[in-house]
């Protein structure tokens, strides 16, 4: 049985190894990180150890393991709506987003970011900015998992949910879980497809109109 759980600090370093293997050949990700492939799956675990270091413990980021084993198979980070990057997450991140990335690539990666941010829609909502699984792990229900535990408590609230997304195979997952595909992201070269999850009233009532 897949468990999930909030991460904790010791959490961090199998949390970006995770995610770093799952995001190495990721064309966005790519796109920031450049360089030459043979040293990407390090500049990757730096992207992701910026990314992770200030919000390990602070209730968004979920961690999935096998029941019983302490193996992380799984990683979800999420940002809560309304969500401001201060400037101390800043100063946390940028030494890292360096290490990743250098001069050059820090200038993609706010240009990757601002194209993303352009497209988030103003609605208030959670916000999936990054999910992995191990290489090892896939297939058996972990991301799908990591989904559920989060999106119970994103319709508890009566809030809506949003992400974007690189491939069809992972469009698949998140429209079992409810999303929707709105628009490919335009300004990258990659376009992934910003997709939307209403709130549970509002997908209720929609079911109901389309089947009456």
Request: aromatic share 6%.
């Given at each position: 049985?897949i468990?999930?759980a909030?991460?904790?600090?010791s959490?961090?370093a199998a949390a970006?190894?995770?995610?770093?293997?799952?995001f190495v050949?990721?064309?966005?990700t790519g796109?920031?990180?450049g360089g030459p492939?043979?040293?990407?799956l390090?500049?990757t675990?730096?992207l992701?150890?910026?990314?992770?270091?200030?919000?390990?413990?602070d209730g968004?980021?979920?961690v999935?393991?096998?029941a019983?084993?302490?193996?992380?198979l799984?990683?979800?980070?999420w940002?809560?709506?309304?969500?401001?990057?201060?400037?101390?997450?800043l100063?946390?991140?940028v030494?890292w987003?360096w290490?990743?990335?250098g001069?050059?690539?820090l200038?993609?990666a706010?240009t990757t970011?601002?194209?993303?941010?352009r497209?988030?829609?103003?609605?208030?909502?959670?916000?999936?900015q990054?999910?992995?699984?191990s290489a090892a792990?896939?297939g058996?229900?972990?991301?799908?998992?990591?989904?559920?535990?989060?999106?119970?408590?994103?319709d508890?609230?009566g809030a809506?949910?949003y992400?974007?997304?690189?491939?069809?195979?992972?469009?698949r997952l998140?429209?079992r879980?409810?999303f929707?595909d709105?628009?490919?992201?335009r300004?990258l070269r990659?376009?992934?497809?910003?997709?939307?999850?209403?709130?549970?009233?509002?997908?209720?009532?929609?079911?109901?109109?389309?089947?009456g």
């Amino acid at each position: 049985m897949i468990v999930v759980a909030p991460a904790a600090p010791s959490d961090l370093a199998a949390a970006v190894s995770v995610l770093a293997e799952a995001f190495v050949d990721d064309p966005v990700t790519g796109a920031v990180v450049g360089g030459p492939v043979r040293d990407r799956l390090a500049r990757t675990e730096h992207l992701f150890t910026g990314l992770l270091r200030p919000v390990i413990a602070d209730g968004t980021v979920d961690v999935a393991r096998e029941a019983g084993d302490p193996r992380v198979l799984g990683v979800a980070i999420w940002e809560a709506p309304g969500s401001v990057t201060g400037v101390a997450r800043l100063a946390l991140q940028v030494p890292w987003f360096w290490r990743a990335c250098g001069p050059t690539g820090l200038w993609r990666a706010a240009t990757t970011k601002n194209a993303l941010d352009r497209h988030r829609p103003r609605r208030p909502h959670w916000y999936l900015q990054e999910i992995g699984v191990s290489a090892a792990a896939r297939g058996r229900g972990v991301g799908g998992a990591l989904l559920e535990a989060r999106l119970a408590g994103v319709d508890g609230e009566g809030a809506a949910a949003y992400l974007e997304s690189s491939t069809e195979r992972n469009r698949r997952l998140y429209r079992r879980h409810g999303f929707v595909d709105v628009a490919p992201v335009r300004g990258l070269r990659a376009a992934p497809m910003a997709m939307w999850r209403a709130p549970a009233t509002e997908r209720a009532l929609r079911a109901s109109t389309v089947a009456g």
